[in-house]
């Protein structure tokens, strides 16, 4: 049986380029949202039906850590994806996972290695107001993510497929 290549079949089609990169960053932030949602859904449900002592807690700041999060793995998968083709998305996800987590690593041992203690830095996140945290973190997920955007646009209008 033969494979079909997602790439040069969505290549073929009278569509730019830019469009099409443009239809996977938006599908990500509408399966994002719908996510949430559902999962806003089913605690208002089982807020309902369940006495409240068993669930989790639940903050407006771990939602936003977890956008945040999202918005950075996608800001750094997207444009490897355009780069190396869909052939690669199969182990993709581990190279970002892995790549993210050698930037933080290094980070933390620039941060180190300028005497900056990463404790107290932490401490200050924890303890800061929750709006401005929240507004600085989801503001810097979406300029990563428009960031991406532009660098995944370029890879793939200048890839040949």
């Known amino acids: 049986m033969k494979k079909i ?17 443009t239809s996977k ?12 949602m559902l999962t806003s859904l089913w605690r208002i449900l089982a807020a309902v039906l369940l006495p409240a002592e068993p669930l989790p807690q639940f903050d407006s700041r771990s939602l936003w850590i977890t956008i945040t999060v999202m918005l950075v793995f ?10 190396l083709g869909s052939r690669m998305a199969q182990i993709l996800d581990l190279i970002v996972i892995f790549a993210i987590g050698v930037a ?3 980070l933390l041992r620039v941060l180190e290695l300028t005497h ?5 830095l932490v401490r200050i996140l924890m303890e800061a107001d929750t709006a401005a945290l929240t507004s600085w973190m989801a503001g810097g997920g979406c300029v990563m993510l428009i960031a991406s955007w532009f660098v995944a646009v370029r890879l793939y209008e200048h890839k040949n497929v």
């Open 5 to 21: 290549n997602n790439g040069k079949l969505l290549a073929s089609f009278p569509v730019r380029r830019r469009d099409i990169v």
């Open 25 to 36: 960053y938006v599908s990500i932030i509408m399966f994002m949202l719908l996510a949430f």
């Open 74 to 83: 996608y800001s750094v998968y997207f444009p490897m994806f355009f780069a």
């Open 104 to 106: 933080g690593l290094i």
């Open 116 to 120: 900056v203690k990463v404790n107290s």
